[in-house]
């Protein structure tokens, strides 16, 4: 990586702003139901703290548009982080308001606090540059660790590097050299799988991991505009009829540059969108009227294992099903269990197939899962990420 990180800074006894991705999920009482990005942010702080910094941690939560809502409250996740860091994290109860702004003068070395969620405010989205000058003016140093939000262009993102030295923390680090390493130096065979619902969302992606890989495996909701493209019937499959060009360019761009792409050849189909739906497998090109594609099939799952048994490298983003249907869940826990099972780089690309890994119990068998969905999209497709750009080079 060509951006500073904390270890290229004097850090001792700084007063440090730390935006961190704590977008955890929480049930409707508040509990936090999956720690991740929590846990992910730890070594950054405790860095921090062994330095003698004083830190103001700052993230968003959810989309509350603007306005303070409680319930997207950072609360939960001050008590988490104290529990992670036995020390008390001081919550405080607005962003750049007075109550933030005293809990951070009076701050001392050693000690930790959280502002409210930067999105309380319009004009963090809106990359405001006073709102971001505010929240420069409460630290010496600026360190970004939000991978999840990296490609966001927002105050506490990109804005506030203006005004501060800006650096990145461990998190960034990690994800960029992992991701980095496995785009430009991948031990070969080289396989991508991409999932998830929509082409529209991937076709960057489909393009630019086109003139890496040496397969590309395609499944999910994806796959329908595949078969539509090449004549087929897809009943009621989700498919983009506006897309169909695309899936015939991402096909002859393969052919072009000799990388086997991979469809399913049959698919689970359903009759309804419900969980006990009526369901069978068919072939990919027998999906009768009235009927949905919702997973790939078996004879799909063991095509796909058979490629994958020979990889070295693989980076999986986007379930290959509606997973959150157990019965069409399938595929996509066959696959997590095949890539747990490789000897090889095995990299999750944040979002749903990371949330289905960790369901899976299949988290620590992977060489790196990504805390950003998103931003590891973004980053694979060749994009520059806002949140990084903004760091100070080497
Ligand atoms: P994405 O955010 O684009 O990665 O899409 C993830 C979503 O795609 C998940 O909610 C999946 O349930 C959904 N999905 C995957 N395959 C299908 C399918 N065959 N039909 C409908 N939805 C699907």
């Known amino acids: ?73 950072l609360q939960p996740v001050a008590k988490e982080l104290s529990k992670q860091l036995n020390i008390e994290v ?139 493209a090449q004549g087929y019937n897809v009943g009621n499959s989700i498919c983009e009829l506006d897309k169909l060009d695309l899936a015939k360019q991402a096909m002859d761009k393969a052919k072009s540059k000799g990388v086997k792409l991979m469809l399913p050849i049959d698919t689970k189909i359903g009759k309804e969108f419900k969980p006990d739906t009526e369901s069978k497998t068919v072939a990919w090109t027998e999906i009768p009227d009235n009927w949905e594609g919702f997973d790939i099939g078996e004879k799909t799952i063991e095509i796909f294992k058979e490629e994958l048994k020979n990889a070295k490298t693989v980076i999986w983003n986007g379930p290959l099903g509606l997973f959150e249907f ?15 099972n490789l000897d090889a780089t095995t990299i999750i690309g944040g979002g749903d197939s990371a949330a289905a890994v960790e369901k899976a119990g299949l988290s620590p068998k992977m060489t790196h899962i990504s805390t950003g969905g998103g931003a590891s999209l973004e980053f694979l497709e060749g994009k520059k990420l806002p949140g990084i750009e903004s760091l100070l080079n080497k």
């Open 1 to 73: 990586m060509n951006k500073k990180t904390i270890k290229d800074i004097d850090l001792k006894g700084k007063k440090v702003l730390v935006r961190c991705d704590f977008n955890v999920p929480m049930d409707e009482n508040k509990n936090i139901t999956d720690n991740r990005r929590i846990v992910s942010a730890l070594p950054t702080i405790k860095y921090l703290l062994e330095n003698n910094c004083a830190i103001i941690l700052c993230s968003h939560l959810g989309r509350p548009k603007g306005e303070f809502k409680p319930e997207f409250s």
């Open 326 to 340: 157990e019965q069409f869940a399938v595929g996509t826990n066959s696959i997590a269990e095949t890539l747990a």
């Open 90 to 228: 001081k919550m405080a109860k607005d962003v750049i308001g007075e109550d933030a702004k005293q809990l951070a003068n009076n701050l001392k070395e050693g000690e930790v606090m959280l502002l409210e969620n930067v999105r309380f405010h319009s004009e963090e989205t809106d990359n405001n540059e006073e709102f971001a000058k505010e929240l420069a003016s409460m630290a010496d140093i600026y360190v970004n660790d939000a991978f999840g939000a990296a490609h966001r262009a927002h105050a506490s993102t990109e804005g506030v590097a203006k005004f501060l030295p800006a650096v990145s923390g461990f998190l960034i680090e990690k994800e960029l050299n992992f991701l980095g390493n496995a785009i430009s130096n991948p031990e070969r065979p080289f396989v991508a799988i991409l999932g998830g619902a929509k082409v529209s969302d991937k076709i960057g992606v489909i393009d630019s991991l086109l003139e890496k890989v040496d397969t590309l495996i395609i499944g999910g909701g994806m796959a329908y505009t595949f078969f539509k």
